[in-house]
């Protein structure tokens, strides 16, 4: 009797259940909706419905190398990358290891550039300097190709000293200030890592870089043409005479006669005459 009323009790739960879920899943078919689907959705925040692995993500600006922003071109080097905001790559090395030297170095493919190369020397301490060509430079980082061949970075703030070489041009007038104190004015010829040639009295001068502090270069004969066109007037009789004879001393003869007989123009100046004569004489030996 236990062991037929127990198989009875069992048939007729399995029966009852079997129904239960008929039922149940009729009514979930049938109940269905995409309103429904969307208030489960927003319902189950412990347990979201199953779908693409990131569909439930939101986006997370550190996921991108620039936190979200426009992406640094490739070919930019490592310290330029941190600064556009990309997190430094695991190396699996020592964390510590990046802040243990002031420069790194690196691989760097230089843009090409039609104007002549950029020279410069780096004082990075009383004990080091370096001497390259110029690969990248913004206001934090200046990239070097160094004589070695070997390309470095250097934080500004860290170096002691940045000094740009010149190339000058013809006739370029400079004053060197040595490290003595002196100073030595005349046409700079040659700005090299080595040395600097200065033309002082029609005489070359070579000075070892060592030996000179700062190169400043003074206004081109162009600018300061154009500076004296722009600011003399043309009424002032005694300016114009006097810019005449710079242009004349400056060997600019052509230029020296073109302002000296728009000047004759206007005014019978005795000055203005001698100095007419002395151009043309000039031109005829030329």
Not at 20 to 33: D, P
Not at 103 to 121: L, N, Q
Not at 233 to 255: G, K, S
Request: include cysteine.
């Amino acid at each position: 009797m236990i062991r037929i009323h127990t198989g009875l009790t069992i048939v007729s739960l399995c029966s009852l259940i079997g129904a239960a879920l008929l039922v149940g899943g009729a009514v979930g078919v049938a109940g269905w909706s995409p309103a429904s689907a969307a208030a489960a959705w927003s319902s189950a925040e412990d347990d979201p419905p199953a779908g693409p692995p990131d569909a439930g993500k939101a986006d997370d600006p550190s996921d991108s190398p620039s936190g979200g922003g426009v992406e640094p071109p490739d070919d930019l080097p490592a310290p330029v990358r941190e600064q556009w905001g990309e997190p430094a790559e695991e190396s699996g090395g020592d964390p510590d290891a990046e802040d243990a030297e002031e420069s790194e170095t690196i691989e760097y493919d230089a843009d090409e550039d039609d104007g002549p190369p950029r020279r410069v020397i780096i004082e990075v301490s009383r004990q080091r300097t370096e001497m390259g060509y110029v690969e990248f430079e913004d206001d934090e980082v200046i990239v070097v190709r160094t004589l070695d061949d070997e390309v470095e970075s250097f934080t500004k703030r860290r170096v002691r000293r940045v000094t740009e070489l010149y190339h000058p041009e013809p006739g370029q007038r400079a004053r060197l200030l040595l490290q003595t104190g002196r100073e030595q004015q005349g046409i700079l010829l040659e700005d090299d890592f080595e040395y600097v040639v200065l033309e002082i009295r029609g005489i070359p001068t070579r000075f070892p870089r060592e030996a000179v502090s700062r190169v400043t270069l003074e206004p081109t004969f162009e600018e300061l043409y154009e500076h004296f066109k722009a600011t003399i007037q043309p009424d002032n009789t005694d300016a114009r005479i006097a810019f005449a004879r710079w242009l004349f001393d400056h060997e600019q003869y052509e230029l020296a006669k073109e302002e000296i007989r728009d000047v004759r123009r206007r005014t019978n100046d005795s000055e203005a005459r001698r100095l007419e004569t002395l151009i043309d004489a000039q031109l005829a030996l030329e």
